[in-house]
């Protein structure tokens, strides 16, 4: 069964360590990771206004599972005369991502599905997502599940993505936030297109410039000038 939130989380990935988009490039993960709970303690509060509920999950979901995956470091030796030291923790240990849905509800598969977009979209912003990127996503896509009619849509998406305004005029009111932080996960926003790819998203969602500013500094990035 397809697993949308599973995609989502993948692409997320993808699009931290460079993989996604025109051009290759490097960013830090350690605002994102903050954000969605880890050693940065952002509170609940935050995490509400920002509107990272269903990108939360599936980050989560997709580090767990990634470290899951990982080999273990090898555990150091003693020096003589001293107690050995605690094994590391092992995957087993982790404590387990927030559980996806077994059946997600038409809803939350929609929600999913336009976050994606959101970050195909944004993908697009300064140039076209080349052929391995294409197919890196459609592999993605194919891990998660996806039949071979929603591929064949998928593909399409990739090929002639929504415009910001078809985009941003299917965002419900809720999901602004959610929908913006999708989009800049995607791009770094060091190229003058997607900067103004972001600010006409920004205004076209209403966002005001706190509540932008919030994101961009929550995710580790500079707010917009």
């Known amino acids: 069964m397809f697993n949308p939130e599973q995609l989502l989380g993948q692409l997320m990935g993808d699009a931290m360590s460079g993989q996604l988009g025109g051009r290759k490039r490097k960013r830090s993960k350690s605002g994102l990771g903050a954000l969605l709970g880890g050693s940065g303690g952002i509170s609940t509060a935050t995490k509400a206004k920002v509107g990272l509920g269903l990108l939360g999950v599936a980050y989560a ?5 990634s470290q899951q995956g990982g080999s273990a ?4 030796q003693p020096v003589m005369g001293q107690a050995p030291p605690p094994a590391p923790a092992t995957a087993s240990a982790m404590p387990p991502p927030p559980p996806p849905a077994a059946n997600p509800s038409p809803a939350r598969v929609e929600e999913a599905m336009h976050l994606l977009r959101a970050m195909i979209t944004a993908a697009h912003a300064d140039g076209l997502i ?4 294409h197919e890196a996503i459609l592999g993605r896509a194919r891990q ?3 039949d071979a009619d929603s591929l064949r849509a998928l593909d399409a998406e990739i090929r002639a993505p929504l415009t910001l305004e078809q985009l941003t005029v299917r965002t419900p009111a809720g999901q602004r936030a959610e929908t913006y932080a999708a989009a800049l996960i995607a791009i770094t926003a060091d190229t003058a297109e997607e900067r103004a790819f972001l600010d006409r998203m920004a205004a076209q969602l209403e966002l005001d410039a706190a509540t932008r500013a919030d994101i961009h500094a929550q995710l580790g990035l500079p707010a917009s000038p």
Do not use: K, L, S, T
């Open 61 to 65: 979901a997709y580090q767990h599972y």
């Open 73 to 76: 470091a090898p555990a150091p």
């Open 130 to 133: 080349d052929g391995d990127e």
């Open 144 to 146: 998660a599940g996806m």
